[in-house]
């Protein structure tokens, strides 16, 4: 299911609710509720979660604000080369035959470029400079041909890079990165 969906269908939800509310005026009839409704603050949380384009991507990224706020012995750069790594480890892993020949469906392999480009972005969102400038930890123009060897899922992680990244559409993103998403 799609955001705009589960929107829409919460909506839904939070209109009937109202409705029902105002239907259910004597104190009798409240206290039989099937325990469906949710708490107004509870209803309002969820509403501005699924409004955002990208939930799951906001959430993560906050935390990770959260988590290098609250903890001063973690650093931004010791974050982002997590980041990196991890976004690398999976690249190497997708691009060596070495290693991919012990994946058992190729579902696994599909999976492991979707956490790289997941991370990619992740990365992006938290380093200032983000994922696309030339001095960035991760090799984005190998990553980007990678992905395009598998014609299966490449539109939708392409797309995700494009259009899901903070610093994509700035001056600094090399010219050639840009073509080779376009």
């Given at each position: 299911m799609t955001s705009p969906a589960i929107q829409n269908d919460f909506?839904?939800?939070?209109?009937?609710?109202?409705?029902?509310?105002?239907?259910?005026?004597?104190?009798?009839?409240?206290?039989?509720?099937?325990?469906?409704?949710l708490p107004d603050d509870v209803a309002n949380r969820m509403s501005l979660f699924y409004a955002n384009p990208t939930p799951m991507?906001?959430?993560?990224?906050?935390a990770a604000e959260k988590l290098l706020q609250e903890n001063p012995s973690l650093t931004l750069d010791?974050?982002?080369?997590?980041?990196?790594?991890?976004?690398?480890?999976?690249?190497?892993?997708?691009?060596?035959?070495?290693?991919?020949?012990?994946?058992?469906?190729?579902?696994?392999?599909?999976?492991c470029l979707r956490v790289m480009v997941g991370v990619i972005i992740l990365y992006d969102h938290v380093h200032p400079v983000g994922?696309?400038?030339?001095k960035a930890a991760i090799d984005m123009k190998s990553s980007i041909k990678l992905i395009k060897e598998h014609p299966?899922?490449?539109?939708?992680?392409?797309?995700?890079?494009?259009?899901?990244?903070?610093?994509?559409?700035?001056?600094?993103?090399?010219?050639?990165?840009k073509e080779l998403l376009s």
């Open positions: 909506s839904y939800y939070r209109r009937t609710l109202n409705r029902r509310r105002m239907e259910d005026t004597s104190a009798a009839v409240a206290e039989l509720s099937d325990g469906v409704d991507l906001n959430t993560l990224s906050g010791n974050m982002t080369n997590c980041f990196s790594a991890m976004a690398s480890v999976c690249r190497v892993i997708s691009d060596n035959p070495q290693y991919t020949s012990r994946f058992q469906s190729e579902e696994t392999q599909l999976f994922a696309f400038a030339v299966k899922t490449a539109e939708s992680l392409l797309n995700a890079l494009r259009y899901s990244t903070k610093h994509f559409n700035e001056d600094s993103t090399p010219k050639a990165t």
